[in-house]
């Protein structure tokens, strides 16, 4: 399976599973109220199983699919929640099988044009797609500004190109179904500075960083962060930009 998809996360999936922030559950249990019935939901791009397991509540059983191998060796077990190690774009289910589908911050590395038929294909009749993202979180004050320049100015020459469907909050992203409206959730996490600069560290433009340059970006913003951030822990929000469609 090498080379068949866009690998910026394999290597870091340790810091990925104990450093990403999860989802509210007040998403899951909105899509688990859209959707035909709750019988069976498919996770694709799932990482680490974060929304897998949240869907897990609301559905009697849940399909998890990743094509990478170290994430899914890291991957949250649950009696109701199957991993199987495949691409999105090449879904191993048959036809009309899932109530509904999900793509939690991954559908910008996506080949959409193979990803789409195969939603379409697996979806029963009313099933429904919801893919999201999210950006940077907001602290406020100087630390914003810090967070924006080392994400701009440090590291901003190497992020992959699919990034800017994040940054324009998949308002561009290719959705070529019949859109349903969508309420708008937060995440929000209370972290360290410390957490904070492990949560950066996963990024994929400080892992091209430190390959293309044999250093670490995160020498140039710890300082300044840990200065601005004091010694308590800090109230994070990041606002999740929310797609569904039938």
């Not at 859209?34 to 869907?55: F, K, M, S």
């Amino acid at each position: 399976m090498a080379g068949s998809f866009k690998d910026h996360f394999s290597r870091q999936a340790a810091a990925y599973e104990r450093y990403r922030p999860g989802y509210p559950p007040d998403l899951f249990r909105y899509l688990a109220s859209i959707v035909p019935a709750r019988e069976r939901a498919l996770d694709v791009a799932t990482g680490n199983g974060q929304a897998a397991v949240e869907l897990a509540a609301w559905f009697a059983s849940v399909r998890a699919t990743e094509p990478s191998a170290s994430q899914l060796a890291r991957a949250r077990p649950h009696p109701r929640v199957e991993y199987a190690r495949e691409p999105a774009e090449r879904i191993g289910s048959p036809d009309a099988c899932f109530d509904l589908v999900t793509a939690a911050q991954a559908a910008h590395w996506f080949d959409w044009r193979r990803f789409y038929p195969e939603v379409r294909r697996v979806l029963r009749p009313g099933g429904v797609l919801a893919v999201w993202t999210y950006e940077k979180f907001r602290a406020g004050g100087d630390i914003d500004r810090i967070v924006d320049d080392f994400y701009r100015d440090v590291v901003g020459p190497y992020w992959p190109r699919e990034r800017s469907h994040v940054e324009e909050a998949y308002r561009r992203l290719p959705f070529p179904l019949e859109e349903v409206a969508a309420p708008q959730f937060d995440l929000v996490t209370v972290w360290s500075a410390e957490v904070v600069l492990s949560y950066l560290g996963t990024w994929s433009a400080v892992q091209r960083y430190r390959d293309l340059r044999g250093e670490d970006p995160l020498g140039i913003v710890a300082p300044l962060l840990r200065d601005a951030w004091g010694g308590d822990d800090r109230p994070l929000s990041w606002p999740i930009h929310l797609r569904i469609g039938r």
